[in-house]
Nanobody, 124 residues
């Protein structure tokens, strides 16, 4: 089982940027698809972005396309989420997740391992 630890969350003003990191331990994630999800208070967890094992394929929720970028450094066993042009509706706890397959995934059920989450708050 892989352990995932997110970092980089915090308080940012509208239009600002944050870079989330997800450090994996316990096993390499270099052969597995990874993803980011978020959960706002009182709402269900929703898909944000996903990346294939190689990093060559990515996919995003419509709400973040053009603003967020998912990437990975397999040598560091780490996945990133660069968030630009942040909006108040991006406020949520952001979770990193790992698959047991090489491809991407867009549903929570596609992922078997989850981090504890990091809070992102965008103030207006």
């Amino acid at each position: 089982q892989v352990q995932l630890v997110e970092s980089g969350g915090g308080l940012v003003q509208v239009g600002g940027s944050l870079r989330l990191s997800c450090a994996a331990s316990g096993r390499t994630i270099s052969r597995y698809g990874m993803g980011w999800f978020r959960q706002a208070q009182g709402k269900e967890r929703e898909f944000v972005a996903t990346i294939s094992w190689s990093g060559y394929s990515t996919d995003y929720a419509d709400s973040v396309k053009g603003r967020f970028t998912i990437s990975r450094d397999n040598a560091k066993n780490t996945v990133y989420l660069q968030m630009n042009s942040l909006k108040p509706e991006d406020t949520a706890v952001y979770y990193c997740a790992a698959r047991d397959r090489a491809g991407m995934g867009a549903m929570a059920a596609d992922f078997g391992s989850w981090g504890q989450g990091t809070q992102v708050t965008v103030s207006s």
